[in-house]
């Protein structure tokens, strides 16, 4: 089992920056795939970015391509998302999630076991 803790989130005007980092505890974490998602309230939980173990392969999604950039550090057992350019449409509760590194890089939220307590993102016009 792992447990994940998310932090990083805030208020940030639209065209800036932040930096969301998901710390993991528990077992091996290059042992997992690591996936982002957000969700907005009355809507479902959306992906947005995915990484492999080993940190070599990543997906995102079509909506953050070229602004959003997965990457981990399994030395210090966090990932993290990094958001430039940001936009109000950005603003959600991100969510990072956890599945065993043997299974495929997926971007359906209903394939990952453990996830975290979410992060808040507001983004101001």
């Known amino acids: 089992q792992v447990q994940l803790v998310e932090s990083g989130g805030g208020l940030v005007q639209a065209g800036g920056s932040l930096t969301l980092s998901c710390a993991a505890s528990g077992r091996t974490f290059s042992s997992y795939k690591m996936g982002w998602f957000r969700q907005v309230p009355g809507k479902e939980r959306e992906f947005v970015a995915a990484?492999?173990?080993?940190?070599?392969?990543?997906s995102s999604a079509d909506s953050v391509k070229g602004r959003f950039t997965i990457s981990r550090d399994n030395a210090k057992n966090t990932v993290y998302l990094q958001m430039n350019s940001l936009k109000p449409e950005d603003t959600a509760v991100y969510y990072c999630?956890?599945?065993?590194?043997?299974?495929?890089?997926?971007?359906?939220?209903?394939?990952?076991?453990?996830w975290g307590q979410g992060a808040q993102v507001a983004v101001s016009t």
């Open positions: 999630a956890a599945r065993p590194s043997y299974r495929s890089l997926s971007t359906n939220y209903k394939d990952y076991d453990y």
């Open positions: 990484i492999t173990g080993d940190g070599k392969t990543t």
